[in-house]
């Protein structure tokens, strides 16, 4: 199961927001006056929170400026255990509240529990090669009702390889389980650079395959599979670039 938290971040405080995060993910854990030593164990790892399997930097989108992770977890119950031992740290405590200051750090905060999509394990790349960087694009995209099946289909058929083809690599394909406006899909795609993304962005909807594609799906639905786009660019972040595949071994 994973988890994506997407944090639309007050203007002017998205530094105290990564640094925030950088804190209890990234950094080793501090001591606690009466609890743990300090110890190389990031302030998560001290509670069983599982590292995120990428942070990102919205730089582009309906919701920017903001910011948003994805962590994976064994299972429903673990989360809902570990995540409130967390909450009651002192030190992250502290560490809100001198970065807060009084002041509004975030304006909203989505949260959506995902399960890997079947489209996802048909276009998966060769494990290895290190972190993705470049420019990463976050698609979220609401299907028809009843049509999850198909859409993931068409997906790993279709959309997806001729995304490649104009030059992205996919590293995520998810179906959101619990969250707003189901059915939905989110896909994660890394690209080179933003000209290379922006040149694709004009070409793929102009694609021959992608064209008889919804014309087929006009005739079969009566309409579109998928219904709506929500587009981010992302900036992924040095101290958490995702790895190919988000880290998941098949």
Known sequence: MLEYRFYAVA???????????????IAGAPAVEGGPPAHEETLWERYGVPKPLGSW??????????????????????????????????????????????????????NWLLDASPAWAAVREDDGGGPVSGIHELRVQNVLNGSQTEAADVLAKVD???????????????EVVIGPERPRFVTLLAWPDLETQQKAAFAIDRDPEIVAQRARERTSAGGRLFLTLDQYLLEPLPWNTPEPNLGIKP
């Not at 203007?11 to 993910?25: F, I, N, Q, T, Y």
């Not at 909450?87 to 807060?100: K, N």
């Open 160 to 174: 997806l390889p001729v995304a490649r083809r104009h030059g992205a690599r996919v590293l995520g394909v998810m």
């Open 11 to 25: 203007d002017g405080r998205m530094a105290s927001e990564l640094a925030l995060v950088h804190s209890m993910a």
């Open 57 to 110: 930097m919205v730089v582009a989108g309906r919701q920017a400026p903001g910011f948003l992770y994805i962590i994976k977890w064994a299972s429903l119950a673990q989360r809902d255990e570990r995540f409130p031992r967390f909450w009651a740290d002192p030190f992250w405590r502290a560490q809100r509240a001198e970065l807060t200051d009084g002041m509004t750090l975030v304006n909203s905060i989505e």
